[in-house]
């Protein structure tokens, strides 16, 4: 049966707007990712997925171990929910939520907190300097993997770290190991200028050779310079983990020996930015389904909601797409809308009042933060309704 005519069917009796998640497309896609990791584990990032039922359900699977946070709040009720080897990706200024850490042993003992500077560490110990008895803090030491060359004129990957080398590394983790409630047990690089960019952008051939020149420059530079960076950093402090990578860059990560785990995440949902890579297919496991609410005219059908944009830069490859059934675009003076998106293009033409329509979200978690609940499909059937962060009554960002 076609996709279309299967998700219509299973959801026949809901009203949408509603989200779905393919299980027999989500679990090819795990284990398509636990393949490419090639027997190194992978830490969850729980961004994109944002549904509590659903990192259970994949951290119960071959080849996937901890989850990778984005928030020491969310950390602190993942662990409060019983999951366990959390490690907080960003560094926190929250203080509140730094005293919890710093007063409860198990939360503690599970979670590990992101760090780049001493400036964090003065942060921190001034958040919890009323805490007594106070437990001890565990971090991981953030590392910039951008790619800079042509001195400094060009510039690939995300602001992250102001450290880069090893005697930068070396230096701060000297420092964390002289200062008392604190302990460095983790290393982390990601590479985001190779996991997080697609190297086949659809009819953009130029850009895409360009895209692969700069990666293949670049994971040399990442891998020699990781290397070097975590044997400088054991000398002087005793590393559980180093963790690299992400979804587009597994099968690249788990061949460098200084990286213990990999991170991943998006490609569970195989959102629509994933359909650029040429390293790996997947399927798309998430969508949501809008009703057609208008006929304005012939050729138009348009939808109820549909402005689910996600984060990045500001262009059109942050749209949702128009996805089943195949052949509707936007209109180009309005785009995907706040309250309604009229739809275009040849399959508009036979859009009824009632019918759906379904999207990928350009994205993976961040749709999540739309809906209260997933629906989750297997085969023919509509087995389970699980709650999505926002549908436990938790939004940390």
Same mark, same amino acid.
């Given at each position: 049966?076609?996709?279309?005519?299967?998700?219509?069917?299973?959801?026949?009796?809901?009203?949408?707007?509603?989200?779905?998640?393919?299980?027999?497309?989500?679990?090819?896609?795990?284990?398509?990712?636990?393949?490419?990791?090639?027997?190194?584990?992978?830490?969850?990032?729980?961004?994109?997925?944002?549904?509590?039922?659903?990192?259970?359900?994949?951290?119960?699977?071959?080849?996937?171990?901890?989850?990778?946070?984005?928030?020491?709040?969310?950390?602190?009720?993942?662990?409060?929910?019983?999951?366990?080897?959390?490690?907080?990706?960003?560094?926190?200024?929250?203080?509140?939520?730094?005293?919890?850490?710093?007063?409860?042993?198990?939360?503690?003992?599970?979670?590990?907190?992101?760090?780049?500077?001493?400036?964090?560490?003065?942060?921190?110990?001034?958040?919890?300097?009323?805490?007594?008895?106070?437990?001890?803090?565990?971090?991981?030491?953030?590392?910039?993997?951008?790619?800079?060359?042509?001195?400094?004129?060009?510039?690939?990957?995300?602001?992250?770290?102001?450290?880069?080398?090893?005697?930068?590394?070396?230096?701060?983790?000297?420092?964390?190991?002289?200062?008392?409630?604190?302990?460095?047990?983790?290393?982390?690089?990601?590479?985001?200028?190779?996991?997080?960019?697609?190297?086949?952008?659809?009819?953009?051939?130029?850009?895409?050779?360009?895209?692969?020149?700069?990666?293949?420059?670049?994971?040399?530079?990442?891998?020699?310079?990781?290397?070097?960076?975590?044997?400088?950093?054991?000398?002087?402090?005793?590393?559980?983990?180093?963790?690299?990578?992400?979804?587009?860059?597994?099968?690249?990560?788990?061949?460098?020996?200084?990286?213990?785990?990999?991170?991943?995440?998006? $490609?569970?949902?195989?959102?629509?930015?994933?359909?650029?890579?040429?390293?790996?297919?997947?399927?798309?496991?998430?969508?949501?389904?809008?009703?057609?609410?208008?006929?304005?005219?012939?050729?138009?059908?348009?939808?109820? $909601?549909?402005?689910?944009?996600?984060?990045?830069?500001?262009?059109?490859?942050?749209?949702?797409?128009?996805?089943?059934?195949?052949?509707?675009?936007?209109?180009?003076?309005?785009?995907?809308?706040?309250?309604?998106?009229?739809?275009?293009?040849?399959?508009?033409?036979?859009?009824?009042?009632?019918?759906?329509?379904?999207?990928?979200?350009?994205?993976?978690?961040?749709?999540?933060?739309?809906?209260?609940?997933?629906?989750?499909?297997?085969?023919?059937?509509?087995?389970?309704?699980?709650?999505?962060?926002?549908?436990?009554?938790?939004?940390?960002?």
């Amino acid at each position: 049966m076609h996709d279309r005519e299967r998700y219509d069917r299973v959801t026949a009796d809901l009203d949408p707007p509603f989200a779905v998640v393919d299980l027999a497309a989500f679990a090819a896609n795990a284990a398509s990712m636990a393949a490419r990791a090639g027997g190194k584990p992978i830490r969850v990032a729980s961004k994109s997925v944002r549904c509590r039922p659903l990192l259970e359900r994949v951290l119960a699977l071959d080849g996937f171990q901890g989850i990778m946070a984005f928030t020491l709040p969310e950390a602190l009720w993942l662990v409060e929910t019983g999951l366990t080897d959390v490690l907080v990706a960003y560094p926190t200024a929250d203080r509140a939520a730094l005293a919890r850490l710093a007063a409860d042993s198990r939360a503690a003992r599970e979670i590990a907190l992101m760090v780049d500077s001493t400036a964090h560490l003065d942060f921190v110990e001034a958040a919890i300097a009323g805490v007594s008895p106070r437990q001890e803090i565990r971090l991981c030491l953030d590392l910039d993997v951008s790619y800079v060359t042509l001195g400094g004129r060009l510039r690939a990957g995300v602001h992250r770290s102001p450290v880069r080398y090893p005697e930068q590394a070396a230096g701060l983790a000297a420092h964390i190991g002289g200062r008392r409630g604190f302990r460095l047990v983790g290393l982390m690089a990601y590479e985001a200028q190779i996991a997080g960019v697609g190297d086949k952008p659809p009819g953009r051939p130029a850009y895409g050779h360009a895209v692969r020149w700069m990666q293949n420059r670049s994971q040399r530079d990442v891998t020699v310079r990781r290397g070097q960076v975590v044997r400088a950093v054991r000398q002087v402090a005793d590393l559980a983990f180093v963790n690299g990578g992400g979804t587009g860059s597994l099968e690249k990560t788990a061949r460098e020996k200084a990286v213990t785990e990999l991170a991943g995440g998006s $490609g569970l949902f195989h959102p629509r930015l994933f359909d650029s890579y040429r390293g790996f297919t997947g399927r798309p496991a998430a969508m949501f389904a809008l009703p057609v609410v208008r006929r304005p005219g012939p050729g138009v059908a348009t939808v109820l $909601g549909g402005g689910y944009l996600a984060s990045g830069p500001g262009d059109g490859t942050r749209l949702p797409q128009p996805y089943l059934p195949s052949g509707l675009r936007y209109a180009p003076d309005e785009g995907a809308g706040e309250v309604q998106t009229p739809l275009l293009g040849t399959a508009a033409r036979d859009l009824r009042v009632g019918d759906r329509v379904w999207f990928r979200h350009a994205k993976a978690g961040e749709l999540c933060e739309r809906f209260a609940s997933l629906h989750l499909v297997e085969g023919d059937r509509l087995v389970d309704v699980v709650p999505t962060y926002r549908g436990e009554g938790c939004t940390f960002l």
